[in-house]
């Protein structure tokens, strides 16, 4: 769809009541003629958009060079032996405390042993940092991603907040589609509808 088109239905999204917070923006896109029985059929995708809009928490289980970078832009640090020391109910409290987790690749056995049972059901097992790799980088990386994830036939995926600039909100939209559509069988003929609202707004048809 037009770029010009999609502003006028962030235009419309964000004319919706104020409200006593800062609602999310999200999108709604419907699939038809798929069967998510299948497999192949599933989406399951982290799309990196254009425009950073959350704060995540970050979880870094590194040690050295890595853990003190990563530790300067706020991720929270996890040692080696921290991490074999860690009971069920810390590692379950560290699991919920964090969106992303980084890892430093030599360190990935010991986290698929400590962890892997936690991270691995909720899709949140680490991204390797490979030696000499900025953690920095990765982490302001990881801050973009829209997680999309096809359990039924509508997809819903935060983009953004209501109180970003509109083209911003756009940008990732189009970002999310595009994704999406490549990843269809049939593309856009794949895609019934595709909706726009914030939290408690009303919906607003962008295709």
Same mark, same amino acid.
């Given at each position: 769809?037009?770029?010009?088109?999609?502003? *006028?239905?962030?235009?419309?999204?964000?004319?919706? +009541?104020? !409200?006593?917070? @800062?609602?999310?923006? /999200?999108?709604? %896109?419907?699939?038809?003629?798929?069967?998510?029985?299948?497999?192949?059929?599933?989406?399951?995708?982290?799309?990196?958009?254009?425009?950073?809009?959350?704060?995540?928490?970050?979880?870094?289980?590194?040690?050295?060079?890595?853990?003190?970078?990563?530790?300067?832009?706020?991720?929270?640090?996890?040692?080696? *032996?921290?991490?074999?020391?860690?009971?069920?109910? +810390?590692? !379950?409290?560290? @699991?919920?405390?964090? /969106?992303?987790? %980084?890892?430093?690749?030599?360190?990935?056995?010991?986290?698929?042993?400590?962890?892997?049972?936690?991270?691995?059901?909720?899709?949140?097992?680490?991204?390797?940092?490979?030696?000499?790799?900025?953690?920095?980088?990765?982490?302001?990386?990881?801050?973009?991603?829209?997680?999309?994830?096809?359990?039924?036939?509508?997809?819903?995926?935060?983009?953004?907040?209501?109180?970003?600039?509109?083209?911003?909100?756009?940008?990732?939209?189009?970002?999310?589609i595009k994704?999406?559509?490549?990843?269809?069988?049939?593309?856009?003929?794949?895609?019934?509808?595709?909706?726009?609202?914030?939290?408690?707004?009303?919906?607003?048809k962008v295709?």
């Amino acid at each position: 769809m037009e770029a010009e088109e999609m502003l *006028e239905a962030v235009g419309k999204v964000l004319s919706s +009541k104020e !409200r006593g917070f @800062v609602e999310s923006v /999200d999108l709604s %896109i419907n699939l038809k003629n798929i069967d998510l029985k299948q497999p192949k059929n599933r989406i399951n995708v982290d799309i990196v958009l254009p425009k950073k809009f959350k704060e995540l928490r970050m979880g870094a289980i590194a040690s050295g060079e890595i853990a003190m970078k990563a530790k300067e832009v706020g991720a929270e640090v996890i040692d080696p *032996e921290e991490l074999k020391r860690m009971d069920k109910k +810390k590692a !379950r409290a560290l @699991v919920n405390r964090c /969106d992303y987790f %980084i890892a430093e690749s030599a360190l990935m056995a010991l986290v698929g042993k400590s962890l892997g049972a936690i991270l691995g059901p909720r899709g949140k097992m680490p991204e390797a940092i490979p030696p000499g790799a900025d953690p920095v980088q990765i982490l302001a990386r990881l801050e973009k991603i829209a997680r999309v994830r096809s359990k039924t036939t509508t997809l819903w995926v935060n983009i953004g907040r209501k109180n970003m600039d509109a083209k911003d909100i756009a940008e990732n939209a189009a970002a999310v589609i595009k994704s999406v559509e490549s990843r269809l069988e049939r593309g856009w003929q794949n895609i019934a509808s595709i909706y726009m609202k914030t939290t408690m707004g009303h919906s607003v048809k962008v295709a």
